[in-house]
């Protein structure tokens, strides 16, 4: 049973990485660039099986929202439109970060208005940065 | 009678081939995919494509395999039952929960193609702003680091629906393969 587990396990890494390669070589022309994804590639399973772990016993902290990086998603998304066609997708990547974080930092604050009734004009002045 | 000599390790070979199909069905059709690609010269944008069916076209593979314990070519399948009639609900339900699968596994393709697209333009963009000359002294700009950021993103995310794409097929066929081996 373990022996079947752990071949069906080494299959599906194997067919992700190959697949990950034959994708990234279409994608990115620059060898170096596409090593360095590669890397992440490889290092994804193995990273996001801790990061499981780690939400199981901790409460994770929301990356701050930055407004410059989701603006280069958007050029990003228009330009995809543009060579691929298809319809831009809403809401998209930094447009969901965008939502959890406020989400995260409107809990943190209605949490602290409980606390101390004296942060509950500041909880309602987060409320309305959404 | 024609007797063909033995070279000795293929015995073992085709005993590894046998006990290990969960393994070597998929590993074989990727390989052959890419090969009968890049003898035909395509570019690599086409084999991506080819690669990317790849969840699918196997649970493909797991249906015909349970189609065909439904028609009844494998008999160790029908022994797991008690009767004829269980044998084949089961085999019927498991097509059907096989083709729900396959809308799952098309979707995630669907979704995998759209992370390819915006990693393909987020190295166009890098490329063409990094060609750009900048001016001595001058405030870097997150734009170029940005595109980066972003592709690195698009990469962990495009891993992530791989792995659970062929998870699914794999682990799918695997199952089939036990119930009718």
Not at chain 2, 128 to 145: C, F, K, N, R, W
Not at chain 2, 149 to 157: E, N, R, T
């Amino acid at each position: 049973m373990l022996y079947t587990a752990l071949t069906l396990i080494g299959t599906v890494l194997l067919l992700a990485f190959v697949s990950s390669y034959i994708i990234l070589r279409a994608a990115i022309s620059e060898p170096h660039w596409r090593r360095m994804m590669l890397f992440f590639v490889i290092m994804t399973p193995v990273v996001s099986v801790i990061a499981f772990a780690k939400v199981l016993f901790s409460r994770p902290k929301p990356i701050r929202y930055n407004a410059e990086l989701g603006r280069i998603e958007d050029e990003i998304e228009s330009e995809r439109v543009r060579t691929f066609g298809g319809k831009v997708v809403y809401p998209s990547f930094s447009e969901r970060w965008k939502m959890s974080y406020f989400y995260a930092v409107e809990k943190s604050a209605v949490t602290a208005a409980r606390l101390d009734p004296a942060l509950s004009n500041f909880s309602y002045k987060i409320s309305n940065l959404r | 009678m024609q007797t063909v000599g033995h070279l000795g390790w293929e015995t073992g070979f085709v005993t590894f081939l046998r006990t290990h199909l969960n393994v070597v069905i998929p590993v074989a059709t990727l390989s052959a995919k890419i090969l009968v690609r890049v003898f035909s010269r395509e570019d690599f944008a086409e084999v991506m494509r080819s690669v990317t069916n790849l969840p699918l076209e196997l649970l493909l593979i797991s249906m015909s395999f349970m189609l065909g314990a439904l028609a009844g070519i494998s008999d160790s399948y029908f022994t797991r039952f008690a009767s004829q009639s269980d044998a084949d609900l089961f085999a019927a339900l498991a097509v059907i929960v096989i083709f729900f699968l396959c809308l799952i596994t098309n979707l995630l393709t669907k979704f995998l193609r759209f992370v390819f697209g915006k990693l393909f333009i987020a190295f166009k963009q890098y490329r063409e702003l990094s060609a750009q000359p900048t001016i001595p002294g001058a405030v870097p700009d997150i734009a170029v680091a940005g595109r980066i950021l972003w592709a690195m993103a698009y990469c962990i995310i495009m891993a992530l629906v791989l792995v659970l794409s062929f998870g699914i097929s794999v682990i799918t066929l695997a199952y089939v393969l036990h119930l009718i081996q």
